[in-house]
């Protein structure tokens, strides 16, 4: 009998020879599935992108998606039909769209609701913009007064589009809704908006449906805070200048304000739940660390469960002069910022700014004489810094500058003062993706180009939230990532983190991935089968990384790394700009938003989300 064994496992082992390994289905030590590997097995229509002459347009412009595998949803930044669409990835059905009062279609019907107290005396106010004009998008409450835009006490929407925005034409940082992120018990979804604020959704307070033609109305709006100042969308000039500004000027003119508030991340912090934002487009990049404990776990007042401002029934952020429409520039004053804000990092290159300024210690560079944000024209020519010098947190907010760098872009061992050589980290093409690391207490953000003098080093910044300290969160290290332009992180089994690679916008580099190990930054595995990626996701029910490679040279594909060998596994050709994906564990299905085209069948014309599964 032991003789048989043996001569099937010698058998088996020809066999693979012989056939060539990268042809063997599930083998991961062969670095490929060539066969039977994975395909679109469903493809689900976006509401208002359909053939029935609803309006909205194509389902062409979508940014950040995420999956609830407990109850099984499936989340979807949807910049067209100014939404956030949800999908059923049981049923593979779209069951609800969560929309402003601008909604494209139903907006005024089922437009989420801003929630407020029992008295209905403390309404989640409007963010203001760097003019001091109300903006439409946010709470509508208060004295709201443009045009068609009342005080509703509805949620206003997103921007959508901005001006057909596209990474063609370079006004995207205009657009939303863009990043999300699910609460750790995903009762809140947290969703990134396009006047540099973020809205919370109380996923408890809505239904889906996988039977109506009606879909119910959205969740309440429990949360709608500033990380910035708002571009200027109401405001008499709007974004023109702005959107002028975006070709060689990094989006430097004041009307562009802090631009949209996009990706994001989550974490527990000694039993805070602490969330991460950045504002990482070109300009003045910077991230903001809120506690959001009394948000997603309600047990306070209600100004400190809903992070309203300082002054609860005033507007956030700059005093407003007269009637607050179209006053060219905010009246003197204080500032009202949100309660729940912590601190801020700003990626400013600003060498003096971190002059007797202890970073690496947590101190506050506010009380050594530099208060920030600190407008810096010594990395990008005509920067004129965050929100034109109007810091929405106030000066008794703490807030610190991005880490200094060597010139191969590793951590300057002394930040305070900088040793030789060093240089204030600045980002070229943005703060992309962060991930929480609970092994550390950590975050890490990925800085897409770290050095203006040295477009190949990216980096993996490490941020202390430095919990429970008025000096608020810093930057404690920095992880270089060689020969790419980081744009995401996930964490994947244990320690290991997956860092997605960009490799565009600036430097074209070969296709490569790095497996980092989380705490201490060292790489331990490099993967150049798939490239060019955005958006990256971890599935723990098969143990691999998804990736969505929309500039793969090749062509966009959805690519498949094993996470236990950190071995690639397969590449699924996509579409264009097919850069969102995410997975449901309990099924392993990979759900990936896709432009008209090719990949969507019968939705050829309106765009869909195609579900990937393993064969």
Known sequence: ???????????????VLASGCGDVKNCPVCGTTKNDGYTGIDIVPVPEHNPTGEPGGPFNSFDISVVDSTNHRFFVSDRIGLDVVVVDTQQDVAVNFFAGANGVAGGGVNASSCATDATKTLFIPPIVTGYGNWTRFGCRTLNFHIPGFGANGLFGGFPGAQCCAARANGVNPLSAPDGEVLSPDNKTLFVGNGSASVVAF??????FSTTSTTLPPGPNVIAEFPTGVSPDYDGPTGIAPCVSSANGRAFSDATCGDLRSDEMSIGVVNGRTLLLVANGDPGFPFVTIADVTNIVNPTGTYAADHCLPVAAQVPYGPPLVGAGQGNAAPAAGPINPPTCILGQIYYDGAAANNT?????DGGLNATAGFPCPDPSTTALSGMTGHGAGVNILGPDRACHHG???NPDGSYCASQNPPSAGCVGAVSIAGIGGSAFNPNSGRF?????NALATNLTVGTVDVINPNLGSPNGPFVENSFAMPNCMPTSIVQGPGNNFLVGCGDHDGEAFPPNEYVIDGTSGKILATITQVGGVDEIWYNSGDNRYYLAARDMPTGPVMGVIDAKTNLWLQSVPTNSNSHSISVDSTNNHAFVPLQAGAGCTTQSANGCIVVYAQQ
């Open 1 to 15: 009998m032991r003789s048989r064994i043996l001569l099937t496992i010698l058998l088996t082992v020809l066999f």
């Open 202 to 207: 109380d996923l408890t307070s809505t239904t």
């Open 356 to 360: 007797g300024v202890v970073i690496d």
């Open 403 to 405: 880490p200094q760098l």
């Open 444 to 448: 890490l953000v990925t800085n897409s």
